[in-house]
């Protein structure tokens, strides 16, 4: 009688070891080229969020999808004459001190939300510089119930057509409907990646109503490429979402003005820009803020090249002004609005 011999179970192990000693070793080779390259001008060091990750899960995080340039053409553009004066460093956290969600980094999770948290993350800080609210909306809102028309929820979606839901159907307060993952990237559930939420149009506190609870943004625009129309809508309505290719080398950010320096390309990533400047060396950058948690980059935040569409960083910026919508007798008893254009 023929008989089988077992494969014995622990052969795995040693396979998924070489696995991930193979990944952690391409990421320190990253790593290591980026050092020692003298005309980088940044520094790379292995980020603990990102060193045991695979290839695939680092590229769920990247949730923006490309949109057609017909569609980017469709919406209006907003341009500034060269003649408007500049200060040759901004920072909108100490432009609006005021304003503590401008200084807020936050954490997306285990989700390729990144384009509903800039969105989201730009509209609460400009409430607070234009109506001086200090309110943080819920990213969930816009990530579980804008539906097809913004993407696929947590697989990815679009800048422009994020703004455009806040126009139209605007999102709740963090308050009524928080983000369903606070926790980040640091337990189980991380793997696989979680589905989108359920979009459920109730808030958290049963006394709040949900429609109630609704903040809008009166348009959606996008601003011309050149950087000093982006400098100028920055300077005067506050910050806006970007988005831009991510290369391998930038999950090791740590400091300085990022440029690609090696490595394949991820993904589109949205994040929020909040200013600009040049840097001791000469260098002309923007001031980003990620939603990777404070322990990755500098402190969550990072400067990439200006002037140059580094990575495409300059190609599609997108925004849109509050709206009085819902909080006119909130903000007229406090004497704030300004413009009644809004």
């Known amino acids: 009688m023929a008989t089988t011999t077992a494969q014995p179970r622990f052969l795995a192990i040693p396979l998924l070891l070489i696995v991930a000693i193979s990944i952690c070793h391409s ?3 990253i790593v290591k080229h980026v050092n020692e390259n003298p005309e980088a001008g940044w520094e790379a060091a292995m980020n603990p969020r990102f060193s045991n990750s695979t290839v695939a899960e680092f590229r769920r995080m990247l949730g923006v999808k490309p949109r057609p340039k017909q569609d980017l053409r469709s919406a209006p553009v907003k341009t500034y004459p060269k003649s408007l004066k500049l200060p040759k460093e901004f920072d909108a956290r100490t432009a609006w001190p005021q304003c503590s969600t401008i200084g807020r980094i936050l954490d997306q999770g285990h989700c390729g939300s990144c384009w509903a948290f800039g969105a989201v993350e730009s509209l609460s800080d400009r409430f607070c510089i234009h109506f001086g609210l200090n309110i943080s909306l819920s990213v969930n809102d816009l990530l579980a119930c804008c539906g097809f028309f913004c993407g696929e929820g947590c697989d990815g979606g679009y800048p422009l057509e994020a ?3 806040l126009a139209r159907s605007g999102v709740v307060t963090e308050e009524c409907d928080p983000y369903f993952d606070n926790i980040g990237c640091s337990h189980p559930g991380c793997e696989p990646a979680f ?3 359920r979009c459920v149009r109730k808030c958290v506190d049963g006394n709040q109503l949900w429609s109630d609870s609704k903040r809008y943004s009166v348009n959606a625009y996008t601003i011309d490429s050149d950087p000093h129309s982006i400098m100028v ?7 806006v979402e970007v988005d831009f290719t991510v290369y391998e080398d930038f999950a090791h ?7 690609h320096i090696t490595g394949g390309i991820m993904g589109g990533h949205a994040v929020k820009l909040i200013g600009w400047g040049t ?3 000469g260098e002309d950058y923007w001031l980003l803020a990620n939603q990777w948690n404070r322990s990755w980059g500098d402190d969550g935040y990072f400067k990439i090249r200006r002037g140059t569409n580094e990575c495409g960083i300059e190609s599609d910026p997108v925004a849109g002004l509050p709206s009085t919508r819902n909080i006119i007798k909130e903000v007229a008893s406090d004497g704030a609005i300004t413009d009644a254009s809004y």
């Open 163 to 165: 703004w455009e839901y």
């Open 279 to 281: 840097s001791d060396a």
């Open 233 to 239: 809508e920055i300077y005067k309505n506050g910050p």
């Open 253 to 259: 950010y740590k400091s300085g003005v990022y440029k």
């Open 195 to 197: 589905p989108t939420p």
């Open 27 to 29: 990421q320190e080779s």
